[in-house]
């Protein structure tokens, strides 16, 4: 009630009462242009200080389980805002995204273990393929909208799992080895030590929150959102929808292949079921939907609060075999899902306006 | 001769047995306002979709600016310049109201910031420079209205389709989007626009088509067309016998 007073008394003064007060209605655009980069630059800035802040966690931090959850929570942030991409700017719920971090994880790993290339080539190989897959299942898919596009994802993924459990040559279900070797950045491969991992997950998340922003005030960032908001009316306006949503399939493929390459070097194993299952494409979406789906900081806050609640549960109940820790973990979600259903952004969005356009996205 | 802007020739498109435009031609010259009249199911939006892309005619042609465009999308339309509204407003509701702009200003400047700065100067045009960073769901429902309007003209259109764009409105709102609409012809825009209320309508347009049953029925000057008894007799009906 509040807010609808409110509103309606902007608009009030917004409105010109008269055409000739129009001229005095303009805003100085230069101030405007610079708010706006100031904005962004302040983005960054906090960005920047969280990314120095995690990189200096290790020092506090030397329980190898914990920074296992670290590691997890890094890649699970850099994996959802890859998913954000195509799901959160351009509206395209993915829920098959296991496929690309399995092709990442198989293809990085079958080019090391049989032909011994190092593992920073398989996933760019990888995230290439995977690309182009997107665009493959994309070509038919993306005629289809809403939630047959969502069905499809799930059953081309199941698909995919299931062709890779009948594929000899990748192990089958038996799955693949990385062999020991010693410790090496050029092989990814480190025994005991977690901080190359660490690092590594650090630079990936980083890399994925430079990219999405990037693309926030890019032509692609402005037309995904208009895709995803009505996708008839930004035709009229020359956004090509078709084109739009097969850019965006392709680059968040691309980066969720890498980080399935990242997850085999760091496991140092691989089967279908461990890297292809459906619960890797419902981890992979629900950071960015918990966070705040299609905001740049969704996917991190949500990985922050969901990782290490999944991972903590797991060793605190799951023992039992009861499902108590399941069980904590799905009220914990629906909690956060009913208190906040804009997304965890929102707690930080004080100003009226922005909370009001997070509510907005929440309802689509 | 000059050439027309746009030429709708023998235009007919069916939906299943329903006949929505049958046989429809009209031409609109550069520079002028041409409104698109006719009682509710006559067709006006049909033949609106069909010019703005939304689906191709059953038969028949559509040329602009000397150009056969029946069979393109409506993304390479706008390219050509053809812009238009929505007679149910489709604003990005996720995206602030400069940042709706800028996805119309992206048409013809590759980089976000020129498109920003493009869009705030057509935000000034249209009033809604004080609502630049307010989220679009805020908009009251003529704001949002203008806000179509200023989308729609960061494409920079030479022909600008306006669906019904003042339809809703109160008297003095209404007054203010026929302010605009002339302040945007002034800038040298062609309009097109679909409108149900005659009193706004008929002062604004410099021509007038009356489409009835899928057909044109009558066309001329505003004045014209308000004594033509088919016209009288189809649409207008005793109201404006009387007067």
């Known amino acids: 009630m509040v807010e609808q007073k409110l509103s309606a008394q902007n608009a009030v003064v ?33 960005a920047a200080v969280a990314a120095v802040a995690v990189a200096l966690l290790p020092l506090a931090i030397h329980d190898v389980y914990l920074q296992n959850i670290l590691v997890l929570t890094l890649m699970y942030a850099a994996l959802s805002q890859s998913w954000n991409i195509l799901g959160g700017y351009c509206g395209q719920i993915s829920l098959g995204h296991a496929i690309y971090f399995g092709i990442g994880a198989y293809m990085s790993t079958l080019l090391y273990t049989h032909a011994g290339l190092t593992p920073w080539f398989g996933m760019v190989i990888g995230g290439g393929v995977a690309a182009l897959i997107a665009l493959t299942l994309g070509y038919p898919f993306f005629r289809l909208r809403g939630h047959y596009f969502t069905i499809a994802t799930i059953v081309v993924a199941e698909t995919g799992l299931l062709l890779v459990l009948n594929w000899d040559f990748a192990g089958g279900a038996q799955g693949i080895q990385i062999p020991y070797g010693p410790d ?129 549960t797991r060793s605190s109940f799951g023992g039992s075999g009861n499902g108590l820790d399941l069980i904590i973990y799905g009220v914990l979600i629906m909690v956060i899902s009913l208190a906040r259903p804009e997304g965890l952004t929102s707690l930080f969005a004080r100003r009226r306006g922005a909370r009001a356009g997070l509510e907005a996205r929440a309802k689509q | 001769m000059s050439a027309h802007l746009l030429e709708v020739r023998h235009v007919t498109r069916r939906f299943g047995g329903l006949v929505a435009n049958s046989d429809v031609s009209l031409v609109v010259e550069e520079g002028e306002i041409l409104g698109l009249i006719g009682p509710n199911g006559a067709g006006k939006s049909t033949l609106f979709n069909l010019v703005a892309g939304l689906y191709p005619p059953t038969s028949g042609n559509i040329v602009f600016a000397g150009e056969e465009i029946t069979r393109l999308a409506a993304p390479a339309r706008c390219a050509r310049g053809i812009a238009r509204t929505f007679q149910v407003v489709r604003s990005f509701d996720s995206m602030s109201v400069v940042e709706n702009v800028i996805v119309g200003a992206l048409m ?74 002339r302040l945007i012809r002034r800038r040298g825009v062609t309009i097109v626009m679909v409108e149900h209320v005659m009193e706004v309508v008929m002062p604004l347009v410099d021509r007038a088509v009356v489409l009835d049953l899928g057909k044109v029925l009558a066309q001329g000057s505003p004045t014209e067309v308000v004594r033509d008894k088919a016209v009288i007799e189809a649409y207008l009906g005793a109201r404006h016998r009387a007067a």
Do not use: C
């Open chain 1, 14 to 46: 917004a409105a010109p009462a008269e055409p000739e007060s129009r001229e005095r209605d303009s805003i100085d655009h230069d101030a405007s242009l610079r708010g706006f980069a100031r904005r962004r630059h302040r983005e960054l800035a906090v």
């Open chain 1, 184 to 312: 090496s950045w050029a092989h990814l491969q480190f025994a005991r030590d977690k901080l190359p991992y660490i690092y590594f997950a650090l630079g990936f998340a980083v890399l994925t929150f430079i990219v999405t922003f990037a693309i926030e005030d890019s032509k692609w960032g402005y037309w995904w959102r208009a895709v995803k908001d009505n996708a008839e009316a930004a035709e009229s306006l020359g956004v090509v929808v078709f084109r739009s949503k097969m850019a965006a399939a392709a680059l968040s493929a691309f980066f969720t292949a890498i980080g399935g390459s990242f997850y085999a070097a760091f496991v140092s194993y691989i089967d279908p079921d461990s890297v292809m299952g459906f619960q890797f494409s419902l981890l992979i979406a629900l950071p960015a939907v918990l966070g705040g789906i299609g905001t740049l900081w969704g996917p991190a806050l949500g990985a922050l609060v969901l990782i290490p609640l999944t991972e903590l």
């Open chain 2, 108 to 181: 013809r400047r590759a980089g976000a910031r020129e498109a920003r700065h493009k869009a705030l100067q057509v935000l000034d045009l249209t009033g809604l420079s004080r609502r630049a960073e307010a989220p679009a769901v805020e908009l009251t429902p003529p704001e949002k209205r203008r806000l179509e309007i200023a989308r729609a003209l960061a494409t920079e259109p030479k022909l600008l389709l306006l669906d019904e764009a003042l339809a809703g409105l109160t008297p003095s709102e209404a007054r203010e989007g026929v302010e605009l609409v």
